[in-house]
């Protein structure tokens, strides 16, 4: 679907990319993460060719990317607004528009948005005059109102109470069941796990981490499991703090160069083993892990 | 272009929908007259309940007897300065004028005393009164009888007539062309500063709303910014032809009124055409042969140009600046650049052109782009030679494009920066950036 290579940026002295590599396949939810001035907003700027790369190249479904693209992308910005004194209706049907949908075809598709979030008594609202979740939402729309096969979502969560953020949340879904390739930057890392397929990490300019989920996931283990036993043989070493629950004590094993099995042969000994679950890092410990290091 | 005419129908409809533009169309061209209208009266009123000022004059020679106005009385009681001087004090005179004891030939000492400043008016009609009693003293004095004085006085009126390139003449009247230029100059001053002024809120809304980055998504920044441009452009043009609606409207009908008022003069000359002509020289007839000598349509075509022209020119710079801050308050530091050369025109417009249309002041002013709007609309109606209008207006072009030109290139960086506030050197160095 999108497939960028060696991008480089800079401005001035100042590199926001460097020799990025990504490939993000058809049909994904792509997750972009990184801390504030990483290079994302630079790299989805690029993307949506409201700036250029200094050097480096973007395929988009096998062809260089290049104006013809734009009615396939849809762009939902972290710094987003709408025309205040704009019509509901007419606001829609001018980004519809710009996207290059005929008049027709615009307010068919803007009908029909409409009827589905149940917002029809609004079109002739201004925005000035609509809450923030409902201005929000027809921001949402208009962005895909063009069916982008490529979307590329900047923070969609932030300012959506959890009400309509669920509603988003269900729509980027039902996008991604109908073909529609997302790529979706974000801090919150609770929606990247929710959502995410794929995901990479940019920090200081340079990609520092790409894959799916699971490889990313299965990548970092710390190798540590999470232990329950009950029935106690004998007492527990001192330097496994445990908690204890009526007869039953939680606690954190690390594998200490042993096989898994190797452990829980020793676990065995103890007492009557539960719950012996390896501890995987949540995509948040991986971020912070991450970008922590690099900085170093 | 399909996006750029997007761009200008919205631009154009977002303002020409609202109702304070229909508010504004219909009520500028009465607000004016209006204002005139309460001048005029207010002038009238205060004159008629002005109370006459007296004037004490304390007149050594004895000799000078000025005549009363409506507005000041002269009196003449043989007081000394000082008598004189405790009156105003008083408040029994308005002031004191004190004539020295001097030679006719060097009237000099004389001086006015009074509680406040006295007016331009009141010292300006001290002063002719006096020099018109010296004069017609020395002229008597030299054996010059008064009757014959009062019989000499005339009045001139020069009618002036030019021949153009093919040896036509054509009676023209100074009068007539400096109110043209002077009406055609200030309405182009005031579009570019009030239109100019929109495309700049209009693209700071843009920007500090953030919608700047879904629309640069979709179309470039370029066509963005002139359609903008454009799309104002379309309200001024729509808002001047309003104007000209309704003035022509209403023009008529107070013509017409005024017709019926009069029928049976207008009878008189459907009967017999050949009386009117023999009056000669009357002023309607007068001021009738002045107008059918403009070319008006070089006048309302080279009106339409400089201020398409002009605004253009302008327009892209507002953009610029615009684009390069948040807020309208940040714009003023910016300002400068636009308003110096804009002022420039338009005092340059009341100090050379409409003074002497051909001096090489007003030359230059209406050659060069940043000027030219305003100046040579000051010209036009004087009659300009066919190179100069040329050259002016393909100067006009080039300047527009240049502006749009460096204008584009701060625009397409500046919406995108938030949060940094830019001096001249940040925009410089955007001008100079490739991509």
Known sequence: MLEIKQLSKAYGQTKALTEIDLSVPKGVIFGLLGPNGAGKTTLIRIINQIIEADSGSIHFEGNRLSPAHIGKIGYLPEERGLYKKMKVWDQMLYFARLKGLSDKEAKHRISDWLDKMEMNTWREKKIEDLSKGMAQKVQFISTIIHKPSLLILDEPFSGFDPVNAEIIKNEILELKKNGTTVVLSTHRMESVELLCDQVAMINRSRKILDGSIREVKNSYRPEVFSVTLTNLRQPLPFEWVAEQEDDSYHFSLPLSGKSPNELLGELMQYGQVLKFQEVFPTMEEIFIYQVKSTEQ | ?435
């Open chain 2, 1 to 435: 272009m399909n996006k750029i005419w997007l761009v200008i129908q919205r631009e154009y409809l977002a303002r020409v929908k609202k109702k304070s533009f229909l508010l504004a169309t219909l009520l500028t061209p009465l607000i004016f007259p209006a204002i005139m209208g309460i001048f005029v009266w207010i002038a009238v009123e205060e004159k008629e309940n002005q109370s006459l000022r007296i004037i004490e004059v304390v007149d050594e020679n004895r000799q000078f007897f000025l005549e009363s106005s409506d507005q000041y009385a002269f009196s003449f009681s043989d007081k000394n300065l000082e008598e004189a001087k405790e009156m105003v004090h008083k408040g029994e005179r308005y002031g004191v004028l004190y004539l020295p004891d001097f030679d006719l030939k060097h009237p000099e000492g004389i001086v006015f005393y009074g509680n406040e400043n006295p007016s331009m008016n009141l010292t300006g009609y001290l002063e002719s009164s006096l020099k018109k009693k010296i004069e017609d003293q020395r002229l008597y004095d030299s054996g010059v009888d008064p009757s014959i004085l009062s019989d000499i006085r005339t009045n001139v009126d020069i009618k002036s007539i030019t021949i153009d390139e093919r040896g036509q003449e054509k009676v023209t009247d100074s009068t007539v062309n400096y109110a043209i230029g002077f009406l055609a100059g200030i309405l182009i001053y005031m579009f570019i500063f009030i239109y100019g002024n929109q495309i700049m809120q209009g693209v700071i809304e843009e920007k500090s709303s953030r919608i700047i980055e879904i629309l640069v998504s979709s179309l470039k920044p370029f066509q963005l910014m002139m359609g903008k441009i454009v799309g104002i452009a379309g309200v001024g043009l729509t808002q001047l032809l309003i104007w000209i609606v309704l003035i022509g409207t209403l023009t008529s009908l107070v013509t017409g009124y005024l017709g019926m008022q009069m029928p049976q003069q207008q009878a008189m000359e459907m009967i017999n055409p050949d009386m009117t002509q023999a009056v000669p020289n009357s002023e309607v007839s007068e001021i009738l042969q002045v107008l059918s000598g403009i070319d008006f349509l070089q006048i309302v075509s080279s009106f339409v140009f400089y201020f398409l022209g002009g605004y253009l020119l302008y327009g892209a710079l507002f953009a610029a600046i615009g684009s390069a801050v948040e807020t309208p308050s940040d714009a003023q530091q910016f300002m400068l650049p636009v308003t110096v050369p804009l002022i420039a025109a338009y005092m340059g417009l009341f100090v050379f052109v409409l003074q002497d249309p051909n001096s090489t002041t007003s030359f230059w002013l209406s050659i060069i782009p940043l000027t030219s709007p305003i100046a040579m609309m000051g010209r036009v109606s004087y009659g300009v030679p066919f190179w100069e209008l040329g050259l002016s207006m393909v100067l006009l072009v080039l300047g527009f494009l240049a502006t749009t030109w460096l204008a584009g290139k701060i625009y397409r960086i500046g919406i995108l920066m938030h949060g940094t506030k830019p001096g001249y050197k940040t925009l410089w160095k955007w001008i100079k950036t490739n991509n």
